[in-house]
């Protein structure tokens, strides 16, 4: 499998429309046997309070692995495997791994935690799938600790979502986030219409705030915005401890994701993070 991976990435520097056609085939073959033996595990990304220090949530990230270790990152066969229909099984065992690691997330950083699990566009707009998965949920009877996030282009079709998925998820207790955003469709516009309780600003509007005056006007305007609607905003791709006393100093986001805080990490793995005990910044 390793292999195959090193194959697959070779195409884009390579080669013809042939070999790339192969390589997508192979990959896709790859990827129904990696689904049916199911060889992905989750990292949990934790997501910090700025003002405490406190880890309030994680985010579960797919990892595609054999025994050895991680085959590829998500961007190389998430599409992919959301286009083929097998990226449902995928986001399932999203669910089973998150249910599995609530009990080690619930000792080591509190029962109030929320974990966070990715929807694509295309699930989140295909009312077959959401039924199937909001029962799933519902049926773990977690859903409360749990949130979907899906992308902006995830509501561009809003009044479908509004009308058939949201309901059922609001029925069965499950938050909702706006991942990525700023960078996808309607972004204003799916705020004025749909409550969501999370929104997280796009990492592009973190990289170099300080030397970006305009990305600081957006990132305060974000934030007073999520102030105004009662919506937890959240800075994604924060790595630098400027990126994060920046956001906790001038402006209303009150919560942050990325290396600064940890990486995403296998849940035997964040018995070893500090906890509640991130410095306070000042
Ligand atoms: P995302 O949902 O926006 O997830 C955040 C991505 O940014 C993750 O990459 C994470 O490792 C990375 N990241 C976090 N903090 C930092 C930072 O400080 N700096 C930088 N440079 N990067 C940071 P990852 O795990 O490779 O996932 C990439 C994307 O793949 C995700 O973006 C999400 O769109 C998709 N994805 C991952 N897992 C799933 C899944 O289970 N289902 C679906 N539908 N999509 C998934
Ligand atoms: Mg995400
Ligand atoms: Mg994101
Ligand atoms: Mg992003």
Redesign the pocket.
Known sequence: RAKMGRRGRAVYFDAGMGKAVTARMELEQELRLAVRDRHFR??F?PKVELRSGRVIGF????RWVNGGGPIM???GF?DLA?ELGI?DE??HF?LQDTVAALERIDRRFGADTTIS????AR?ANDPGFMRGFVAAIAATGRAQRLML?L?EDAFITAGQFQAQVLPLLREAGVRVSI??FGTGYSSLGTLADITVDEV?VD?SFIRRIQDRPRSQGVLKAIGALGRALGTVVVA????TEEEARYLLQATDIDVA????FG??AFVEQLVRMPGRAFPRLR
């Open positions: 989750f990292a990304q985010e579960a990230l797919v990152a998500p961007s998430i959301m990226g995928i986001t999203a699990i990715n929807v694509s699930q996030e992308t991942d990525d997280k990492r994604e791709g924060v790595e994701q990325g290396y600064l990486r995403p």
